[in-house]
């Protein structure tokens, strides 16, 4: 074999070789057993990649990534979502329910599931121009995002993301303009305690510290806690040190 034909070889291996990796279907992740978080995002970010990393929410969820799976996803299968870059597009065909994009048909297919869709409040893109935009404009957009809260998004501080998802709670981290009505959407009444004076009831999937410090001071020593409920190790060591008894029933 001369120089020509090796080197025509060689090519021919490495096309074929080319093609059947371009061809062969995306992998599914290995499933943990854990709940399980989806990252959607319309590309690759330096953002996502700390939330697809975090080994704080690792050791309580399965993290994924939709981008990395083509966006065929099966929703039903995930507790929540965490959206990156709400753009004004994005923002106006979430809206409007005309979406064609993967990314877009993704997000509204969780909100229309019920699902927790997460947003960090810097990837929010209309937030960029509240002191720019001309207040009727502004207002005008601004009702959109409004009624994406309404419909289940949480927009927050990237920082208070990992606090957020683990304890369902999140402080609200955007003011509306003024003229702008908020709706306040009523809670869900909480579930009665026990008989006695001395116990109460955590009906979370993830109970945390700070859900067992708010019963402490109470003045409660005994918690009720659903059969499947995560207890973190801070809520332990905290129900321990002041003798409050964690009850699974």
């Known amino acids: 074999m001369d120089f020509n034909q090796l080197v025509e070889e060689i090519v021919a291996r490495v096309a074929a070789k080319i093609e059947a990796e371009s061809s062969a279907p995306v ?12 990252i959607l995002t319309q590309e690759h970010g330096t953002l996502c990649h700390q939330m697809l990393e975090s080994p704080r929410l690792a050791e309580y969820y399965q993290t994924e990534c939709a981008l990395l799976q083509d966006y065929q996803c ?78 289940g998004m949480t927009i927050c501080p990237l920082g208070n993301l990992e606090e957020a998802i683990l ?7 955007v003011k509306p303009p003024a003229p702008v009505e908020v ?48 207890i973190t190790d801070l809520a332990r060591e905290y129900a321990q040190a002041r003798g409050v008894e964690i009850v699974r029933d």
């Open 27 to 38: 992998a599914a992740p290995v499933d943990s057993g854990k709940p399980k978080l989806l």
């Open 74 to 151: 099966a929703l039903e299968s995930y507790e929540a979502v965490i959206l990156f870059g709400l753009d004004l597009e994005l923002m106006g065909r979430l809206s409007g329910g005309l979406c064609e994009t993967p990314a877009s048909r993704l997000a509204q297919k969780a909100l229309l599931l019920g699902k927790k869709v997460f947003v960090p409040q810097e990837t929010v893109e209309l937030l960029k121009y509240a002191d720019s935009a001309p207040a009727a404009y502004y207002q005008h957009l601004y009702g959109q995002l409004t009624l994406l809260q309404q419909a």
């Open 167 to 173: 304890s369902g709670e999140c402080a609200p981290a």
């Open 183 to 230: 709706i306040q959407v009523p809670t869900a009444a909480p579930a009665a305690p026990a008989a006695s004076g001395d116990c109460a009831r955590i009906d979370k999937r993830i109970v945390t510290e700070r859900d067992v410090g708010a019963v402490y001071k109470r003045g409660m020593t005994t918690v009720y806690v659903c059969q499947k409920a995560i």
